[in-house]
C-alpha cells in the first residue's frame, strides 16, 4: 500500500513539473490533427475507390 502513495505522489511531482501547452497552442495543435486525419480519410478512401474500380475492370 504505502508503494501505491508513494507512486502516485511521484506522479502528482512530474505532473508539476510538465510544460502544458497555452490555449492558442493547444487549439492550433488540435486543428492540426484533425486537418490532418480528415485528409488521410479522403486520401485512403480514394485510393481505395480507385484499386476497386481497378479489381473490377480487369475481373470483368
Do not use: C, H
Not at 504505502?2 to 505522489?9: A, G, L
Not at 512530474?14 to 497552442?25: I, L, N
Not at 486543428?31 to 485528409?39: G, H, N, Q
Amino acid at each position: 500500500m504505502q508503494r501505491v502513495v508513494k507512486f502516485f505522489n511521484e506522479v502528482a511531482r512530474e505532473m508539476k513539473r510538465v510544460s502544458w501547452p497555452k490555449r492558442k497552442e493547444l487549439v492550433n495543435y488540435t486543428i492540426t490533427v484533425l486537418a490532418t486525419v480528415a485528409f488521410m480519410t479522403v486520401f485512403f478512401a480514394v485510393v481505395d475507390l480507385g484499386i476497386s474500380s481497378l479489381i473490377r475492370f480487369v475481373l470483368e
